[in-house]
């Protein structure tokens, strides 16, 4: 193996591993949405800070309306909150235990704890407006 091979390797290496901290961290700095199940929803939502989490579902199409303007208020909006999504239908632990009935839900945590939801496919200024008032 070449040293220009290694150095590669070592790179590589380097920006996983400066990835997952940001991850562990809750610090989505570059404004993508972070997946969430039942195995790290505790986890990453107990971050300290504002997370966003989606809850969604492939077959529903109100969920794909706002699936767009989340993430563009996720790229805004970025180093102040994560977004995180989460497929009701593959994690129904998690969908129990906050008694998602209806999609798309958008619930609020704040420094791990839930501080505000809103339920339906709303326009982008009242999400943000959402956003706001949680961030302070």
Do not use: H
């Amino acid at each position: 193996m070449t040293d220009e091979e290694l150095e590669n390797i070592r790179k590589n290496m380097y920006n996983r591993i400066l990835n997952a901290e940001k991850l562990e961290k809750g610090n989505n700095m570059d404004g993508k949405s972070v997946e969430l199940n039942d195995g790290n929803f505790d986890q990453m939502v107990s971050k300290p800070g504002l997370m966003v989490v989606d809850f969604w579902a492939e077959w529903c199409a109100p969920c794909r309306f706002v699936s767009p303007v989340l993430d563009e208020l996720a790229k805004e909006y970025a180093g102040k909150m994560v977004l995180g999504k989460l497929n009701v239908d593959l994690n129904p632990q998690v969908s129990a235990r906050f008694m998602i009935r209806s999609i798309p839900t958008i619930m609020f945590f704040k420094d791990g704890k839930p501080v505000d939801t809103v339920i339906g496919a709303l326009p982008k200024p009242m999400i943000e407006t959402k956003i706001k008032k949680n961030l302070n």
